[in-house]
């Protein structure tokens, strides 16, 4: 069975250090990857997939197969990145059905 | 496009009672997907619908709870006499007939359930 697991509950880092948020995954097939972000009051939202290979709000994630990460990095963090980051995989289930496996999550605070 | 709705946003039952949770999917979505997140947890993969079918339901606990999609109208999660340990957050998602496993999933904000 597919899982996902986000190690740190809370991450904390100053305005303009780097941050990474640690992702991994075991899943015996090819996995499609994704970052979701919940600001404070507002809904659950993809920042990015993997398989887009894009830069989002200054997020990237690399697929790293071998190691099965999926870690979510940024460069120069901004006190607006304060939200609660969740990794999930994507996969087929038993009739065709694409569900998402989520990580329990890690909150961010970027402190200023 | 108004994006997933769902209501109630909070829901305070009483242990045995029945909980009603609705979702309307964007417009245009013909797939309906939910989940629940227990305190300190992930979202966890309940059911999955379509128009009229329920296509995956092995996220579902076995009983007590049941999960529609009419033909019209919203999708509805419902769970009868429910329990303190349902409490938790229930989230719907909805996204375009099945374009493989990239399609995203558009999130609603979801209702938070509370037996008490």
């Known amino acids: 069975a597919q899982r996902v697991t986000q190690p740190e509950k809370l991450l904390s880092v100053f305005k303009g250090a780097p941050v990474e948020l640690k992702c991994n995954y075991s899943y015996s097939g090819s996995p499609e990857l994704f970052w979701y972000v919940q600001y404070s009051r507002q809904r659950l939202q993809l920042l990015l997939r993997?398989?887009s290979r894009e830069s989002i709000k200054g997020f990237t994630a690399d697929l790293n197969k071998g190691e099965t990460s999926f870690h979510l990095k940024k460069p120069f963090a901004q006190e607006e990145d304060s939200a609660m980051y969740y990794c999930a995989l994507s996969t087929i289930s038993s009739g065709s059905a694409r569900q998402l496996t989520f990580g329990s999550g890690t909150q961010l605070t970027v402190l200023p | 496009n108004a994006g997933v709705m769902q209501n109630p946003r909070h829901l305070v039952r009483r242990r045995g009672q029945e909980a009603r949770l609705r979702c309307s999917p964007m417009k245009g979505h013909s797939h309906v997907y939910w989940y629940r997140q227990l305190p300190e947890e992930g979202l966890k993969f309940m059911v999955y619908l379509q128009k009229e079918n329920i296509i995956d339901e092995s996220g579902m606990p076995k009983e007590r709870f049941s999960a529609e999609f009419p033909k019209e109208g919203p999708s509805i999660l419902r769970i009868q006499q429910v329990v303190r340990g349902d409490s938790a957050a229930y989230f719907c998602a909805s996204s375009p007939a099945f374009g493989g496993l990239n399609t995203e999933a558009f999130f609603g904000q979801g209702t938070r359930l509370t037996v008490v």
């Open positions: 993997h398989i």
